[in-house]
């Protein structure tokens, strides 16, 4: 059933929103709590840290539970940090509810997939994983711009109410359209810890991890960079994310049409952007045009990479919900986001 995958798209965009909504918001938390854009950058990098180091053993230690209640916690920790982060609560706390909810952000991607896929006919897992994953490039160019501009005409607090809000309607959705869904047979934790053997597998790890460091070292500090390098006030750095993430989700369709002809070569061409983008930000100078023109092509080559890395990590989630794999990914999925 399509509505079991588009509620899962929904608590994705609460989770993207949560995780990317705090880059916009960075420089005037550094300016809250006294503190460097470095320090105030912790709250991604610890974020994104955490899901890296504990993500394929989380989601292994999850896939014997009910998957409506795996979902259910998932969402309300999300809702609960939101809630705590929007009253500015001391930066040692603030860091601490950004970091709880990470260990359950790769449950939550592959339980969102398993009940898509499982509750839906087989000819049409492609379309219904798509559904699911068009969550991060709807949240790229709604939820977390917008939660920027509210955070630039008020406060940065309120950027939390908006990320909050979202989970909270995610969460209802959970509540009142998925039934019980408990596991039938569980795989022994042996068996699914066999993917990690998997040279294929070791490899393609590898190569998001590079890719994600190497773009992230970069999109990180996109509010701050654009103010202060750039001039840009907040609210100027809200259009510009909308710019980033509205071409982002052109992007992903060009991708997919790319990607049917050659992987390599396509995976090469959008991380040709990690070298190409910091040189033509800096020679940019301040010529506003230029900047706007190089962060539409900065969105371009991004979105696509980081699409990339997903679908790959998809073979574990699939594996570890004992759901139907192939290599490489379809390619269906890249295309129709």
């Known amino acids: 059933m399509k509505k079991y995958a588009y509620i899962g798209c929904l608590g994705f965009i609460g989770v993207i929103t949560t995780e990317f909504g705090v880059i916009g918001i960075l420089p005037q938390i550094a300016t809250h709590y006294e503190i460097s854009?470095?320090?105030?950058?912790?709250?991604?990098?610890a974020?994104?840290?955490?899901?890296?180091?504990?993500?394929?053993?989380?989601?292994?230690?999850?896939s014997g539970f009910d998957r409506k209640k795996v979902m259910l916690l998932s969402i309300l920790l999300f809702v609960i940090t939101g809630v705590i982060s929007s009253f500015s609560p001391p930066f040692w706390l603030l860091m601490l509810?950004?970091?709880?909810?990470?260990?359950?952000?790769?449950?939550?991607?592959?339980?969102?997939?398993?009940?898509?896929?499982?509750?839906?006919?087989?000819?049409?897992?492609?379309e219904l994983m798509s559904i699911v994953f068009s969550g991060v490039a709807m949240a790229m160019v709604t939820t977390v711009p917008f939660a920027t501009y509210i955070a630039s005409l008020f406060t940065w607090e309120y950027s939390f109410y908006i990320q909050s809000a979202i989970?909270?309607?995610?969460?209802?959705?959970?509540v009142t359209v998925l039934p019980p869904m408990p596991v039938k047979e569980k795989k022994s934790y042996g068996s699914q810890l066999k993917i990690l053997r998997k040279p294929t597998f070791m490899v393609s790890t590898a190569m998001n991890f590079f890719m994600i460091a190497a773009w992230f070292s970069t999109y990180s500090y996109f509010a701050d960079y654009l103010n202060k390098a750039k001039n840009m006030d907040h609210t100027m750095v809200s259009y510009m994310m909308f710019v980033f993430g509205g071409i982002g989700v052109f992007a992903n369709w060009v991708a997919g049409k790319m990607l049917d002809k050659s992987i390599t070569k396509t995976t090469a061409f959008f991380l040709s952007g990690t070298i190409?983008?910091?040189?033509?930000?800096?020679?940019?100078?301040?010529?506003?045009?230029?900047?706007?023109?190089?962060?539409?092509?900065?969105?371009?080559?991004?979105?696509?990479?980081?699409?990339?890395?997903?679908?790959?990590?998809?073979?574990?989630?699939?594996?570890?919900?004992?759901?139907?794999?192939?290599?490489?990914?379809p390619l269906g999925i890249l295309e129709s986001l």
């Not at 854009?37 to 990098?45: E, F, K, N, P, T």
């Not at 699939?318 to 794999?325: D, K």
């Open 47 to 62: 974020f994104a840290l955490i899901i890296a180091l504990t993500g394929p053993f989380m989601t292994l230690l999850a």
């Open 276 to 329: 190409l983008i910091p040189v033509l930000l800096h020679f940019s100078g301040g010529n506003t045009i230029a900047t706007i023109v190089i962060i539409g092509i900065w969105g371009f080559l991004y979105s696509p990479s980081f699409l990339n890395a997903s679908t790959y990590m998809i073979l574990l989630h699939l594996n570890l919900w004992n759901l139907p794999t192939v290599w490489p990914p």
């Open 167 to 174: 989970s909270i309607i995610a969460f209802i959705a959970i």
């Open 97 to 126: 509810v950004r970091i709880f909810p990470a260990f359950l952000q790769p449950v939550y991607i592959a339980t969102a997939l398993s009940v898509a896929v499982s509750q839906g006919d087989k000819k049409n897992e492609n």
């Open 37 to 45: 854009i470095d320090r105030a950058g912790l709250l991604l990098s």
